[in-house]
T-cell receptor
């Protein structure tokens, strides 16, 4: 079953602007991860934030996590046309079943020149 | 980073035939691999968890006799879509877990005609 909802479903911005995507989830988690998918391709891991962390940075990416609200956000600063892709959050809850990832619905980001 | 190789990337088959998709972890051992299905512009839905040396664990609603999974070694899992029908046309993606993040294959676009 789908764990998370992401919004917006689609986002179109100009190069140089910042892009913010939000993810909400329903159950407890051990960590939350963000992935990027170019059209018709596999997923690439971007960043992982643990449940006891509130914010994490990696290059132009900033991720926040609010476990009380069961939500996370991904901020891409100074966007580039090459950032055009779909972005998914995925939650992990350790336990039986191999710590599987449960994906959100995704945000399609388009960065225009 | 770790590499997961998925083959083939595209396959077109006739209705009623079977198709095998391979997923290999190239530079690490994966006791657990995951198979996902993705419809156009939608998120990834977990189909099953593939366990090396034992039976796969299928998600609710996934027919195990239709989607046969074999995890014969620590570096190879296969998904066979048996007696494929047009409604099985989709994008199938495998992943293997590293220490904290998941690594994804490039996906297989299956078209059943």
């Amino acid at each position: 079953s789908q764990q998370g909802e992401e919004d917006p479903q689609a986002l179109s911005i100009q190069e140089g602007e910042n892009a913010t995507m939000n993810c909400s989830y329903k159950t407890s988690i051990n960590n939350l991860q963000w992935y990027r998918q170019n059209s018709g391709r596999g997923l690439v891991h971007l960043i992982l934030i643990r449940s006891n962390e509130r914010e994490k940075h990696s290059g132009r990416l900033r991720v926040t996590l609010d476990t009380s609200k069961k939500s996370s956000s991904l901020l891409i600063t100074a966007s580039r046309a090459a950032d055009t892709a779909s972005y998914f959050c995925a939650t992990v809850l350790w336990g039986g079943g191999g710590n599987k990832l449960t994906f959100g619905t995704g945000t399609q980001l388009k960065v225009e020149l | 980073g770790a590499v997961v190789s998925q083959h083939p990337s595209r396959v077109i088959c006739k209705s009623g035939t079977s198709v095998k998709i391979e997923c290999r972890s190239l530079d690490f051992q994966a006791t657990t691999m995951f198979w996902y299905r993705q419809f156009p512009k939608q998120s990834l839905m977990l189909m099953a968890t593939s366990n090396e040396g034992s039976k796969a664990t299928y998600e609710q609603g996934v027919e195990k006799d239709k989607f046969l999974i074999n995890h014969a070694s620590l570096t190879l899992s296969t998904l066979t879509v048996t007696s494929a029908h047009p409604e099985d046309s989709s994008f199938y993606i495998c992943s293997a877990r590293g220490d904290s993040e998941a690594f994804f294959g490039q996906g297989t676009r299956l078209t059943v005609v």
